[in-house]
């Protein structure tokens, strides 16, 4: 794998990373709407799902 595909992944995967901490501090904001937490954390569990497969990819364990 070359440097700038290594460094775009790991931007991508930081990108993935901030979203899941904004959608976490919402969920904590809003607690007490179950609606709004289902939702956010299905979100959230893609986003979690992405970005082992970046980390996956980065680490030689699948190919992209």
Do not use: P
Not at 12 to 28: A, D, G, N, P, S
Not at 36 to 64: N, P, S, Y
Request: aromatic share 8%; hydrophobic share 30%.
């Amino acid at each position: 794998m070359n440097i700038l595909k290594r460094y775009r992944l790991k931007k991508q995967q930081k990108e993935l990373m901030c979203r899941y901490t904004i959608l976490e501090q919402l969920q904590i904001e809003h607690s007490e709407d179950e609606y709004f937490h289902r939702c956010t954390q299905k979100e959230m569990d893609v986003l979690d799902e992405q970005a082992e497969h970046i980390r996956g990819v980065l680490e030689g364990r699948w190919d992209e």
